[in-house]
């Protein structure tokens, strides 16, 4: 069974940093346009950013632009966030994902990724 597991996560102070980690454990998405989304309670899934399949082309979203990146190692099977300058509202659930191979470019719509890991918590403390 395909399976992304993020990792990483944890409690950290405003200005702080944390990198996350997504695991294809099984290999199957080295060729997918992976992306990072994140929910806080009561709000919809919202888009981080986008990686392509090798890891040359990203897009972030302009509320972490500049402070998170996004890389993958082709060789590991994962996909890591780096989170740099943590605010209080970066707190959430933070899922990676794998984009549908009909996705064109990059794309923040939580529908052009089909499949999806479990989450881990970051909390930012004031």
């Known amino acids: 069974q395909a399976q992304l597991v993020e990792s990483g996560g944890g409690l950290v102070q405003a200005g702080g940093s944390l990198r996350l980690s997504c695991l294809d454990s099984e290999g199957l998405f080295t060729m997918n346009k992976m992306g990072w989304f994140r929910q806080a309670p009561g709000n919809e899934r919202e888009f981080v950013g986008a990686?392509?399949?090798?890891?040359?082309?990203?897009y972030y979203a302009d509320s972490v632009k500049g402070r998170f990146t996004i890389s993958r190692d082709t060789e590991q099977n994962t996909v890591f966030l780096e989170m740099t300058s943590l605010k209080p509202e970066d707190t959430g659930v933070y899922f990676c994902?794998?984009?549908?191979?009909?996705?064109?470019?990059?794309?923040?719509?939580?529908?052009?990724?089909?499949?999806w890991g479990q989450g881990t918590q970051v909390t930012v403390s004031t």
């Open positions: 994902a794998a984009a549908g191979a009909d996705m064109r470019g990059l794309q923040s719509a939580p529908g052009d990724y089909h499949y």
């Open positions: 990686i392509d399949w090798i890891g040359y082309s990203t």
